[in-house]
């Protein structure tokens, strides 16, 4: 069932994937493949129709105008476009949360909101293939940084670069996907680059591998 709370501030203290004992499978850089373990359980709990080799993004800011959300109203249609499965943080406006249930009775399996708890969050993050942060702030790039230590290569603003660094694939280095800040056409091209790595599992997990130990 598809639910929201209420606004809020809270702040919350997350462990790294490999001591966390509240997602379904614990993971680190040398058991990357459990994480797959985490999705299909999210998935089944959440009953969305995701698979896995189906991105599986995770929305965990919270969802407000002043938080930069209009960028995400923007490219929402083209994210679902793709075929991708989202994971939303319960948390935000009325404006947005109407935006997300819409959109969810239009794409049925293919979103879910999960309510803003400390474990809830922990799951988004362990069980989505990417991140997707639509603004920066001291925040946000708290729960960049701990989207790496789950393995969630985050799609986010310029502004992060000093905690992600832009996947190269002549390189195969790289950590995450950046875009323009504040650009919608920039932020879908993110999306759409990480879509398509996602598509050669092997060079995937080596990212993956790459965002864990950052």
Same mark, same amino acid.
């Given at each position: 069932? %598809?639910?929201?709370? *209420?606004?809020?501030?809270? *702040? ?12 379904? +499978?614990?993971?680190? *850089?040398?058991? @990357? ?7 299909? $359980?999210? !998935? /089944? $709990?959440?009953? %969305?129709? !995701?698979?896995? /080799?189906? %991105?599986?993004?995770? @929305? =965990?800011?919270?969802?407000?105008? *002043?938080?930069?959300?209009?960028? #995400? ?6 994210? %679902?476009?793709?075929? =991708? !499965? #989202? +994971? ?10 109407? #935006? ?20 809830? #969050? /922990? ?17 946000? $790039? ?9 393995? !969630?290569?985050? @799609? ?35 999306? =759409? ?5 996602? /598509? ?11 965002? @864990?130990?950052?």
């Amino acid at each position: 069932m %598809l639910r929201y709370i *209420k606004y809020t501030h809270m *702040k919350y203290t997350l462990p790294s994937a490999a001591y966390d004992n509240k997602i379904y +499978a614990k993971f680190s *850089k040398n058991t @990357i493949e459990k994480k797959s373990q985490n999705k299909m $359980e999210f !998935c /089944r $709990e959440h009953e %969305l129709s !995701c698979q896995q /080799r189906q %991105l599986l993004v995770g @929305i =965990v800011m919270e969802l407000s105008q *002043k938080n930069g959300a209009k960028l #995400l109203e923007d490219i929402l249609p083209g994210m %679902l476009s793709l075929n =991708v !499965c #989202l +994971a939303v943080r319960g948390v935000g406006t009325e404006q947005f949360q109407n #935006l997300i249930l819409n959109f969810s009775k239009q794409y049925p399996g293919r979103i879910a909101v999960v309510h803003d708890t400390n474990e809830g #969050l /922990r799951k988004i993050f362990a069980a989505s293939d990417t991140s997707f942060f639509f603004s920066g702030g001291l925040d946000n $790039e708290q729960l960049v940084q701990a989207s790496l230590g789950y393995a !969630c290569l985050p @799609i986010a603003p310029e502004g992060m670069r000093h905690i992600v660094e832009d996947y190269n694939p002549n390189q195969e280095s790289g950590t995450g996907f950046l875009f323009s800040d504040g650009n919608p056409w920039s932020a879908f091209a993110a999306l =759409v680059r990480a879509n398509e790595n996602f /598509r050669f599992p092997y060079d995937w997990k080596n990212i993956q591998k790459s965002a @864990i130990e950052n």
